[in-house]
């Protein structure tokens, strides 16, 4: 007898989702009472990636959404997903959005953790170079501009990464993301990419499949390449000594791009890798954690 009660049950709550259904195709733009935001991890990393996936949608619903002014890319998949960004100085807290069509809309507000960063306390000022004469800051900040544009253009690209990213040499790590100098409780500077060993003329790779968006000598990159891989994602490969590709050139998944090189302001050669969701730097690590294989040896 409970057992024909639960069936009883169970069949009363499909008719119920297959009313949901109904009223939202004939609504044409509403999210489901029932659709949840979840995230994975479920408390993100400051400076890292991390998934949103959409429970309980319409079949068929066009997801739009963001995430700390980032727009958010959803897959065609019953239980849609995007990958996010946290910023690195974000709140203990985020808001994400997800619109269903229309201006119907879900909401969820989720905790993040701090990276734990390592920061090295400076008891005296930081020893600043001589600061850039006026042609040399303007040339840094146009510089800047180029690369947040190629940061932010990756919103409009459609995606072109396919499968996993892979790390960009087969190489030790020699220096981690998020690293900080602080200075009178303000923090002065911080290590936004990921450094992998390398000789000079050692071979970098995509990190996935791209169009280059800049091949250029940068005043700190020295000889740099980015790519635009699409839906939010782009990568940046700097101090080159030589690059092998050519902007507008579409490069696939583990192609040579460059060589390993000490151009730009470095003390020695290494690769500095960098990974950008919108205008939002990450952790290249938390790209390979997220989406990201076993290829490339790990630190
Ligand atoms: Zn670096």
Not at 38 to 57: K, W
Not at 140 to 166: C, M, N, Y
Not at 220 to 231: L, R
């Amino acid at each position: 007898m409970s057992g024909r009660a639960a069936f009883a049950l169970g069949a009363i709550v499909a008719v119920c989702g297959t009313a949901d259904y109904a009223n939202d195709s004939m609504g044409g733009a509403t999210c489901t009472p029932a659709a949840t935001i979840v995230t994975e991890p479920a408390i993100p990393t400051q400076g890292a990636l991390f998934r949103v996936r959409v429970r309980n949608v319409a079949p068929g619903s066009q997801l739009t959404g963001s995430v700390a002014g980032e727009a958010l890319h959803f897959s065609a998949d019953s239980i849609p997903e995007s990958l996010a960004a946290a910023p690195i100085d974000s709140p203990d807290s985020l808001t994400i959005v997800v619109r269903c069509g229309g201006s119907d809309s879900i909401v969820a507000r989720i905790g993040t953790t701090s990276g734990n960063y390592p920061i090295e306390r400076l008891q005296v000022a930081p020893a600043f170079g001589r600061p850039p004469d006026s042609a040399t800051a303007a040339r840094i900040d146009r510089e800047s501009k180029r690369a947040v544009g190629v940061a932010t253009r990756s919103h409009t690209t459609p995606q072109l990464w396919v499968g996993p990213f892979r790390h960009p040499r087969d190489a030790r790590i020699t220096s981690g993301f998020g690293g900080g100098r602080e200075y009178n409780g303000a923090i002065t500077s911080r290590h936004m990419g990921t450094d992998f060993a390398g000789t000079t003329g050692a071979p970098v790779l995509a990190a996935n499949r791209g169009v280059v968006r800049i091949v250029d000598a940068f005043f700190y990159g020295g000889n740099v390449v980015y790519i635009d891989h699409g839906a939010g994602l782009s990568s940046a490969y700097l101090h080159l000594s030589r690059q092998l590709v050519a902007a507008g050139d579409t490069v696939q998944r583990g192609q040579t791009i460059g060589r390993v090189g000490a151009t730009g302001r470095v003390t020695g050669p290494h690769l500095h890798f960098i990974v950008r969701y919108g205008s939002v730097t990450v952790d290249p690590l938390s790209l390979f954690a997220v989406a990201g294989d076993s290829s490339g040896t790990r630190p």
